[in-house]
């Protein structure tokens, strides 16, 4: 099995800044793409970044300039800095991984996520 353990999320003013950090471990042979989904209450889950592997990165326009993906390959973690932050950045953070593991089957994997609350 792989299990993917987000950390970080809390309460912070609106223009604070917050690291998250989500660490994969188990069964693994690779990691494909990682990223970052949000869900706020009645809403539905939305993809915030995303790191292809290769380097490219994806950002909703809703955090460009403000958000910052990035990946440490040798300790399987992904993390996701986000500064000058809003109310409307509260939400649940979800980590997301493609994983190649070791019987080699290519798998979807999530976090149990971490929340985020941004007060005004």
């Known amino acids: 099995q792989v299990q993917l353990v987000e950390s970080g999320g809390g309460l912070v003013q609106a223009g604070g800044s917050l690291r998250l950090s989500c660490a994969a471990s188990?069964?693994?042979?690779?990691?494909?793409?990682m990223g970052w989904y949000r869900q706020a209450p009645g809403k539905q889950r939305e993809l915030v970044a995303v790191?292809?592997?290769?380097?490219?990165?994806n950002y909703a326009d809703s955090v460009k300039g403000r958000f910052t993906i990035s990946r440490d390959n040798a300790k399987n973690t992904v993390y996701l800095q986000m500064n000058s932050l809003k109310p409307q950045d509260t939400a649940v953070y979800y980590c997301?991984?493609?994983?190649?593991?070791?019987?080699?089957?290519?798998?979807?994997?999530w976090g149990k996520g971490t929340l985020v609350t941004v007060s005004s």
């Open positions: 188990g069964n693994i042979f690779s990691i494909n793409a």
């Open positions: 790191n292809r592997g290769g380097g490219a990165t």
């Open positions: 997301n991984a493609g994983v190649l593991d070791i019987t080699l089957r290519v798998m979807d994997y």
